[in-house]
């Protein structure tokens, strides 16, 4: 099993920058892509960024340019920093993982999930 758990969410204003931590334990060795996706309210759920274990990436066009998202094996621990937020950034962000893909571009590819972190951004 693995478990996934996030850090860094919050309250922060229009344009404002929030960096999310995620530190995985458990069998590691079972984790090759990583990723992030979020769910607002009454929204599909998105993913955002995604990284390959040989550092390929994958972002959203909403958060192309934003976003980036960086990981490292040996600590295994992944990241995703946010700048220029946007209110419409605002949902919880989950941390993800595969074990049998290692560069996943759909939510659904990924079979371990953190319990998750709140962004909000205020107008």
């Known amino acids: 099993q693995v478990q996934l758990v996030e850090s860094g969410g919050g309250l922060v204003q229009t344009g404002g920058s929030l960096r999310l931590s995620c530190a995985a334990s458990g069998t590691i060795i079972r984790i090759n892509a990583m990723g992030w996706s979020r769910q607002a309210p009454g929204k599909e759920r998105e993913l955002v960024a995604a990284a390959s274990s040989t550092g390929s990436t994958f972002y959203a066009d909403s958060v192309k340019g934003r976003f980036t998202i960086s990981r490292n094996n040996a600590k295994n621990t992944l990241y995703l920093q946010m700048n220029s937020l946007k209110p419409e950034d605002t949902a919880m962000y989950y941390c993800?993982?595969?074990?049998?893909?290692?560069?996943?571009?759909?939510?659904?590819?990924?079979?371990?999930w953190g319990q998750g972190t709140q962004v909000t951004v205020s107008s």
């Open positions: 993800v993982a595969s074990s049998d893909y290692d560069y996943a571009l759909v939510s659904d590819q990924y079979d371990y």
